[in-house]
């Protein structure tokens, strides 16, 4: 059993649990410490840890239950944090937030030292479309992509995108730059989890100099506005190279651990 599978598994799920799937009024009802919020985030954290850790049988579903109490005392600790902090130390707060909860993946493994359910395993193989099994892993073997790597990238997709959305609306609010209206709406959010998302997959294909082009057509399609509006040309700035950093940031380090796993 590898625990970068069991890492990943847990990664994934976290990201997509608390970025994805958890919406504005959740974090509302949270920061307002009320139990429905947890509740129901909580909730949503154990599907989607059973989803990803059930292959490892009872011992993932032990580490399931864990994975789930420590992530809902984790988050009562931070919107503790939250209600007293500035926009400054929200990043922080953010910060420390996500460390622990990778620092709680660990401990889990630690204490519980998950394997692979054989029993499960062989369910798949034999009885749950065996088929489709065979051919995503013969697609798998031929691309050179393992299932710890697929994990990776998947998540490194998950991080840029809506996980990128979060991390740069905290820096652009550290820097007390204010949203035009056009970037605060949903278009906007989607048209940045794009960029970032074509921006990872050009540093993943080693096209690095590529991400040049994408900024530079981005700038062009604002250009007027940056030239007229010194507020906006400051907020796009910063918003622009937080956004092109992470994206980079996240391509490089997938590339390297693809190396070592």
């Keep these: 059993m590898s625990m970068v599978t069991f ?20 974090v509302e009802t949270k920061n307002s410490l009320s139990p429905k919020g947890f509740l129901v985030h909580g909730s949503r954290v154990a599907i989607l840890s059973v989803i990803g850790l059930h292959i490892y049988g009872v011992r993932g579903l032990i580490a399931t239950l864990m994975i789930t109490v420590t992530h809902v005392f984790i988050d009562l600790g931070k919107c503790y ?16 937030d996500q460390v622990l909860h990778l620092l709680s ?99 993943l294909a080693d096209a690095l100099t590529a991400v040049a082009f994408v900024i530079t057509a981005k700038s062009l399609a604002r250009f007027e506005k940056l030239t007229t509006d010194k507020a906006f040309g400051e907020y796009y700035l910063v918003g622009t190279l937080a956004s092109t950093l992470l994206a980079i940031a996240v391509g490089l380090t997938i590339r390297g651990l693809v190396r070592v796993i």
Excluded at 142 to 152: E, M, N, P, Q, V
């Design 81 to 96: 944090l939250d209600r007293n902090a500035g926009s400054s130390q929200r990043l922080l707060v953010f910060v420390v």
């Design 105 to 203: 993946f660990l401990a889990v493994f630690e204490i519980v030292e998950p394997s692979f359910s054989q029993s499960v395993l062989n369910f798949y193989g034999r009885w749950l479309f065996p088929k489709a099994r065979s051919v995503m892993s013969s697609l798998l073997a031929k691309t050179g992509l393992s299932l710890d790597r697929f994990l990776l990238v998947a998540l490194g997709y998950v991080i840029v995108m809506p996980v990128g959305a979060v991390i740069v609306r905290m820096v652009l609010d550290a820097f007390n730059k204010e949203l035009d209206r056009d970037s605060s709406t949903q278009a906007g959010r989607y048209i940045g989890m794009a960029e970032r998302a074509l921006m990872l997959t050009l540093v």
């Design 7 to 26: 890492l990943l598994l847990g990664l994934l799920a976290h990201t997509i649990a608390d970025f994805l799937l958890q919406t504005d009024t959740i």
